[in-house]
């Protein structure tokens, strides 16, 4: 039986990145309280904190999910085959180990953009690939 919330290949990329917002979301608030600022800085390093933790954290949380569900419906289309979502697993680890190496190597957050552009740009053509297939 067929789920109607759950009935295109893409739908697994969908939740995916659903998820790994809400998981970013409050991985975010915990960075955010724990801002240690005086008084008249204190919403400066608020936003800071934030925004970079948006271009990094967030868009990185949301990739590396989305490769999750592209491999996971993989799976889905082979018949639930589960050889696939360990190959997503294993993609999203070595992701975002590459992406911490950046941010400790450099913690210039230009290269971390390319980085996670370079990795969008992969994640687009995935979504392209399921889109156009049927389960």
């Known amino acids: 039986n067929?789920?109607?919330?759950?009935?295109e290949p893409v739908d697994a990329m969908i939740y995916m990145v659903a998820a790994a917002l809400g998981f970013a979301t409050?991985?975010?608030l915990g960075a955010i309280s724990g801002v240690n600022t005086a008084q008249g800085a204190f919403i400066s390093g608020i936003f800071?904190?934030?925004?970079l933790r948006?271009?990094?954290a967030t868009l990185l949380h949301s990739?590396?999910?989305?490769?999750?569900?592209y491999f996971w419906?993989?799976?889905?289309?082979?018949?639930?085959i589960t050889k696939y979502v360990y190959i997503g697993i294993?993609?999203?680890?070595?992701?975002h180990t590459l992406f911490n190496y950046f941010i400790i190597r450099y913690g210039d957050l230009t290269y971390l953009l390319i980085y996670l552009s370079?990795?969008?740009f992969f994640i687009l053509a995935d979504f392209e690939k399921l889109r156009r297939r049927a389960i």
Do not use: C, H
């Open 2 to 7: 067929k789920s109607p919330y759950f009935d």
């Open 26 to 28: 409050i991985e975010n």
């Open 48 to 51: 800071q904190i934030a925004s």
């Open 54 to 56: 948006f271009v990094g």
């Open 63 to 69: 990739l590396v999910s989305a490769t999750i569900g």
């Open 73 to 80: 419906a993989m799976d889905i289309r082979d018949f639930k």
């Open 90 to 95: 294993l993609w999203a680890v070595v992701l």
């Open 118 to 120: 370079i990795v969008g």
